[in-house]
C-alpha cells in the first residue's frame, strides 16, 4: 500500500468517525438527553392540577437557563392530581419556597417546567417538594372558552 493510499484510508476514517459523533450528538439532542451530567442530580416532586402536555426528560429551567429534566410524572391516588418528579442539578439549590409552573416554549412548542427562586433561607433537599404550583395553560380550553363567550353574546343581541 502506498503512502498516499494509507492517508486517503486515515481522512476517510476521520469522517466517518466526525459523523458517527455528530449523529450520537444530535440524537441526545432529539431524545433531550444530556449525557455530560457529571454532578449528578437530586429529585423534587411537585403537585399540579393539569400538566398539559408535558413528557417525561422536558426542560427544567430557571430565568431560561436549563437547570434539570422531569425524571417521571405519576397522579396521586389521593388528590388525582399529577405528581411530577423533577431532576434539579446538584451544582444548584433553590429555595425551598420556589414555585414551578408548567411553561409552552412559543405558541405551539412543546412544554417544560419553570421554576421562581423564592427567598427562604432553607433549600430544597433530595426528596423535597415545591408546595407553589402553577398548571398548564391549556390553549384549546381558552379558545373554547373564547369562542362559547362570543357565541353567548352574539345570541343574545338577536
Do not use: C, W
Not at 67 to 96: C, E, M, S, W
Not at 108 to 130: A, F, R, W
Amino acid at each position: 500500500m502506498t503512502m498516499q493510499a494509507r492517508s486517503m484510508e486515515f481522512t476517510v476514517g476521520l469522517f466517518v468517525v466526525a459523523g458517527l459523533l455528530a449523529l450520537a450528538m444530535l440524537a441526545l439532542k432529539v431524545g433531550n438527553i444530556h449525557a455530560l451530567n457529571l454532578g449528578g442530580t437530586y429529585a423534587v416532586t411537585a403537585d399540579f392540577n393539569n400538566i398539559g402536555s408535558l413528557k417525561p426528560r422536558a426542560p427544567v429551567t430557571v430565568a431560561g437557563v436549563r437547570v434539570g429534566h422531569v425524571a417521571h410524572i405519576t397522579i396521586n391516588p389521593t388528590t388525582y392530581q399529577a405528581v411530577v418528579t423533577l431532576d434539579l442539578l446538584k451544582k444548584y439549590r433553590f429555595p425551598r419556597d420556589s414555585s414551578a409552573s408548567i411553561e409552552t416554549a412559543g405558541l405551539l412548542g412543546e412544554q417544560y417546567v419553570s421554576l421562581s427562586p423564592g427567598g427562604s433561607q432553607h433549600y430544597l433537599k433530595n426528596g423535597g417538594k415545591i408546595r407553589i404550583t402553577q398548571s398548564a395553560i391549556i390553549l384549546e380550553k381558552i379558545i373554547s372558552q373564547l369562542l362559547y363567550s362570543k357565541a353567548g353574546h352574539s345570541s343574545g343581541h338577536s
